[in-house]
């Protein structure tokens, strides 16, 4: 029997102004799979997740030298 592979989950990122039930608009990036929107970050969020997934990167490149 064969095993089954799962696709690694995957996130695209687009500029997309959110609009909100009281017209409201809000200017961001959506980040999206397959036409569904998972987030919609402002810019200072955006930077702010930019931010905390550089760390972790940094993070996971040391751990993997140090168990390589």
């Known amino acids: 029997m064969k095993p089954e592979t799962k696709k690694r989950p995957f996130l695209n990122i687009r500029r997309r102004t959110w609009a909100h039930e ?3 608009l809000t200017p961001g990036l959506a980040l999206h ?22 760390d972790y990167a940094d993070k996971l490149d040391q751990e993997f030298q140090h168990e390589h």
């Open 22 to 24: 009281d017209g409201s």
């Open 33 to 54: 799979q397959a036409g569904k929107v998972y987030a919609h970050l402002t810019a200072d969020e955006a930077r702010a997740m930019a931010d905390k997934l550089h």
